[in-house]
């Protein structure tokens, strides 16, 4: 009780002690009044949790809020060096209401889903909402930065993709958990291979195609390959057999072949990674910013508030919110960052490994593959390592969308692990009661 | 569950590699990227950092931040005097000269140990480094004068210490108000005010002669042989003719020198041969980067290969007199005519003599070293007596100081074209205890003697009337 208290006391006295740091008369009162209702949230969840006997994962909610804090406090300090303009000044403060909504949909997902294995009940259904969605998007869609990925509802932009995620993920699961015996085994023989049929294989073949080939007339290069390794990872978790990821490889080579053949974009992004000095004013202009800033922070970085990159890295707030970090906490931050989101990830697939149906460990393996394929994709593209495909860094780039989905996600995570661990209690318990 | 855990090996080893990433960019490449042209690291930290200033060797303001109705501006007092030596640091237009180069030290972020950098975490804005230069602004302003309205630049070194005394190029700009002015400096074509032309190459004529000398001492040749000039020779079927055409008659090394004799040094470099020449060229520093605070181009003997590995006789001949495809830097000729006067050993060339921090403690103190031994005690005595004879009873007249001996060499080097001649000289005084080192070019001007060496001469009064101590 004290321990878990005291921890998100640290969580939150860390996100205090980084907006001190910055102006404090710069943020205005209605930001900080967020920044309290955000410590209040914290601290009556922890709270909750205790009256309510939450016994799934303890580490991961707060590994979470520490992320969700550091992200807030990077994104009140790079707004703080955007330009003067009434676009850029509420900023901030939205990024904090999307973390209260998003801690308090968190919490109700938490203790409001009875059963989660409910959620395969809509099959299908949740494939067809994924296309829906994508489809709308790119109908009505507006175009920024290139992508065709926002909507705009009754004055809320909001970013269709994020939702899209869940939803391919329940698709995905239920699909997974239905046809395991066949994807594994295989029903037709093709060579030396057995391969599933057409009947199996088929729908999922078909969405699959869909979802790129919409993201792909959309631009959203990084969502698309977030997909491609979700669906190919979430297929050899399950089923085990490497040649899916044999396949996958070819596919992933071809098709990659065929863009870049075809469109310009995709030619110009692979020349810029390859070298973005040739260009820097042009072209390379983002990464070698990027760059930049990230090796300015060398180990112990420029210390918060103290960096370049805020103000010369392009859309510093969402995709490249890593670099502002590697710059101004250093080395030391950023494996710290790293760290952070490593555990999450690990500790996703340690609550799948723990959970006795199939649904809800395809389910937790895939939210962990999820989160680990979006943080490494995004900050193998800032560091140059990919090519770089713009997508958020969960819970730290500004966007509602993505906040809200990301801690959507952890909802159904931690009720997963929190309905396991109560139903092995009590089986224990229930086993002693046979004893005595 | 196999399936499960392989993806999640897979993940944390990708981690792995992610975090190996940012070891490169933040550790192996961070100067490299630091140094990047593109990155506007260092201009921007200016906001936050007030600039050091700059001063000479007397503590006289060259360039100085100060608080105007609460904007910070750079000073410059001397006006164009110090440019394009001293450069400037703009947010729109860049870094260049002394204000770039010497960034890190201005904002205060060289050799910053673990302690400071915490420190400066927390104390912002904070004060940079001031930089005391070796220059001294009274030789500056001579030279600066000298040369006005003429294009062409001025080098003064300490042979016994590389102290750089004065480096004056003309024309140059008024570093105030340089945004408003950008345009009109950059339209200037023909007088290119941003180039420092003591870092920029000439061919040297004959004031390569006291370099060649060395190769003549080393191939045995005797210095009293007499040669008779008859005005022009052939050898290897190439015309070397004598400036004017003028026949020296019957005259020894000394007297060649002296009169700056082109077929005596043609036809005794070449039978010094090219291994002598060209080891004599390398031990003054030709091919090499010359260690210094600012980049200087390396000087260099053919137009393919700033040091080969062999010449042919043709190009020798051109070569020892200074023309065929040899060019110097003013720079470097300086240095030059300092190692002479250093008994053959050239220092080290420096501008920076101390840095201070913002309460005035020495960060920083240069210490004079030798670079190169280019010529041992009695060749560095022979070429200087010859020199000397140039100022008494020669080409080298003009730059004579009245009780003060002085060395010298003129030069008059043919730029290609139908182009005047640069004008060249370098000199050393007082010949037997020197204290000044000078090159001199003037672009087209002339004759060495009639253009350069008066602007020499000077340099050289000024400094060597100011008495020893004197700051």
Excluded at chain 2, 293 to 316: F, Q, R
Aim: positive net charge; contains cysteine.
């Amino acid at each position: 009780m004290i321990q878990r208290l005291i921890t998100r006391m640290i969580i939150v006295g860390m996100m205090w002690l980084g907006l001190s740091l910055l102006k404090w008369e710069a943020l205005s009162t209605q930001l900080l009044m967020q920044a309290l209702v955000f410590t209040a949230i914290v601290l009556l969840g922890s709270l909750m949790e205790q009256i309510l006997h939450y016994q799934g994962d303890p580490y991961i909610l707060p590994v979470v809020q520490a992320i969700m804090a550091i992200g807030l406090v990077f994104v009140v300090r790079i707004n703080q060096a955007l330009p003067d303009n009434p676009g850029n000044h509420n900023i901030a403060l939205h990024q904090f209401w999307w973390a209260n909504i998003g801690l308090v949909v968190f919490y109700a997902i938490l203790w409001g889903m009875q059963d989660y294995r409910k959620l395969g009940r809509l099959r299908y259904l949740w494939g067809l909402l994924a296309v829906g969605l994508l489809m709308v998007t790119l109908v009505f869609g507006s175009t920024t930065g290139g992508a065709t990925s926002w909507l705009s509802l009754g004055g809320i932009v909001v970013q269709p993709e994020e939702f899209v995620k869940l939803a391919l993920l329940l698709f995905m699961a239920t699909y997974l958990e239905e046809n395991e015996e066949l994807l594994r085994v295989g029903t037709v023989q093709w060579g030396k291979f057995s391969l599933p049929d057409w009947r199996t294989l088929g729908p999922f073949m078909i969405m699959v195609a869909f979802i790129l080939g919409i993201l792909a007339a959309q631009k959203s290069l990084g969502t698309a390959l977030v997909f491609y390794m979700l669906f190919v990872l979430m297929l050899y978790a399950v089923t085990e057999r490497a040649l899916y990821l044999g396949i996958s490889l070819p596919i992933f080579l071809l098709t990659g072949t065929l863009g870049y053949q075809l469109f310009r974009h995709v030619r110009v992004r692979v020349m810029v990674w390859m070298n973005p000095w040739q260009d820097v004013a042009g072209g390379g202009y983002q990464i070698a910013q990027s760059l930049f800033a990230i090796s300015g922070g060398k180990i112990l970085g420029t210390g918060l508030g103290n960096g370049i990159g805020a103000s010369t890295v392009p859309v510093a707030i969402s995709d490249f919110v890593f670099s502002v970090i590697a710059e101004e906490l250093g080395f030391a931050g950023a494996m710290a960052v790293l760290m952070l989101f490593l555990i999450v990830v690990l500790r996703a697939f340690a609550i799948s490994l723990k959970t006795k149906d199939r649904f809800g460990q395809i389910l937790a393996a895939g939210i962990g593959i999820l989160l680990g394929t979006e943080t490494l994709i995004i900050l193998a593209g800032v560091t140059k390592l990919l090519p770089l495909t713009g997508i958020t860094l969960p819970w730290v780039s500004y966007g509602g969308s993505s906040v809200i989905v990301h801690f959507i996600l952890l909802g159904v995570l931690l009720n997963i692990s929190n309905a396991n661990a109560v139903s092995s209690h009590t089986t224990k318990n229930k086993g002693r009661e046979c004893a005595t | 569950m196999k399936g499960i855990r392989r993806v999640a090996l897979g993940m944390a080893f990708s981690f792995f590699i992610l975090s190996l990433g940012l070891v490169y960019w933040q550790v192996v490449q961070a100067d490299t990227l630091l140094q990047n042209p593109a990155n506007k690291r260092l201009i921007l930290m200016e906001n936050r950092v007030t600039r050091g200033g700059i001063f000479d060797r007397n503590g006289e303001i060259i360039a100085q931040t100060q608080v105007l109705n609460g904007k910070k501006v750079r000073v410059t007092p001397k006006g164009e005097m110090f440019e394009p030596l001293l450069g400037y640091s703009s947010v729109q237009l860049g870094t260049s000269g002394i204000e770039g180069n010497l960034a890190d030290r201005l904002l205060g972020i060289k050799d910053a140990t673990a302690i400071q950098t915490v420190k400066q975490l927390f104390a912002l804005p904070r004060q940079g480094d001031d930089v005391v230069l070796t220059l001294d602004s009274r030789l500056q302003s001579i030279a600066y004068n000298a040369l006005k309205g003429k294009k062409g630049a001025a080098v003064a070194i300490d042979p016994r210490t590389g102290a750089v005394l004065a480096l004056v190029s003309q024309p140059s700009f008024d570093p105030t108000n340089l945004e408003q002015n950008w345009k009109d400096i950059i339209s200037q074509e023909d007088n290119k005010p941003l180039i420092n032309r003591a870092f920029k190459l000439y061919p040297p004529g004959s004031v390569m002669k006291v370099v060649t000398s060395a190769a003549l001492f080393r191939s045995g040749i005797n210095t009293t042989d007499l040669y008779e000039s008859t005005g022009s020779t052939v050898i290897n079927g190439q015309t070397i003719n004598e400036q004017n055409g003028k026949a020296f008659g019957w005259v020894n090394y000394n007297m060649a020198l002296a009169k700056s004799c082109n077929a005596y040094f043609a036809t005794y470099g070449v039978k010094a041969g090219d291994k002598n020449f060209l080891s004599a060229v390398k031990s003054f520093g030709f091919g090499q980067k010359i260690p210094f605070e600012l980049y200087v181009k390396p000087s260099s003997i053919t137009a393919v290969a700033a040091m080969p590995t062999k010449l042919d006789t043709n190009l020798l001949a051109a070569s020892a007199f200074g023309q065929g495809q040899v060019e110097v830097t003013p720079f470097h000729m300086a240095l030059i005519a300092a190692g002479i006067a250093n008994q053959g050993v050239i220092m080290t060339p420096h501008i920076v003599e101390k840095v201070l921090d913002s309460a005035q403690a020495v960060v920083f103190e240069q210490k004079p070293a030798p670079w190169l031994t280019a010529l041992s005690k009695e060749e560095a005595a022979k070429i200087t007596s010859a020199m000397v004879t140039a100022v008494n009873d020669g080409t080298a007249a003009p730059g004579a100081i009245p009780n003060i001996q002085v060395a010298g060499k003129t030069g008059s080097a043919e730029p290609g074209g139908p182009y005047k001649t640069h004008g060249w000289y370098i000199s050393f005084a007082p010949a037997e205890a020197p204290r000044i080192a000078v090159a001199v070019i003037v672009e087209n001007g002339g004759t060495g003697g009639g253009a350069a060496a008066p602007i020499a001469r000077q340099i050289m009064q000024e400094a060597l009337s100011q008495k020893v101590g004197d700051k």
